[in-house]
């Protein structure tokens, strides 16, 4: 599985590109920041909530660091996803990086 920094998807982002952002984080860390347009479904719930993902889209997977999205993402490469990347820091990389004013916890 590739992973992409968090500058290459804030460009990719910004040129309009269609991409899945699929937050794997708590409920409660998603309550206190989140990328614009992300889905949601905790890491323990991925396996079921793949159903409802197309295997054939690009997935962006992250969480707080990146080591939890990373798991999923290899899970996903498993289940048949065929362009699935790992946010290189998670969003604590976001926010220190791209949106400074984004809440980090």
């Not at 910004?14 to 937050?23: N, Y």
């Not at 920041?33 to 890491?43: G, I, K, W």
């Not at 080591?67 to 996803?81: A, T």
Request: charged share 25%; net charge negative; hydrophobic share 40%.
């Amino acid at each position: 599985m590739r992973e992409i920094s968090v500058q290459d998807l804030h460009a990719r982002l910004k040129a309009g590109e269609t991409l899945v952002l699929l937050d794997v984080r708590e409920p409660w860390e998603r309550n206190l920041c989140a990328l614009p347009n992300s889905l949601h479904a905790p890491m323990q719930q991925v396996p079921t909530a793949i159903n409802s993902l197309n295997p054939e889209d690009e997935v962006i997977v992250y969480c707080h660091t990146g080591v939890r999205s990373f798991h999923v993402g290899k899970f996903l490469e498993h289940n048949g996803f065929k362009n699935v990347a790992n946010l290189c820091g998670g969003i604590e990389a976001w926010a220190r990086e791209v949106d400074k004013t984004m809440a980090r916890y």
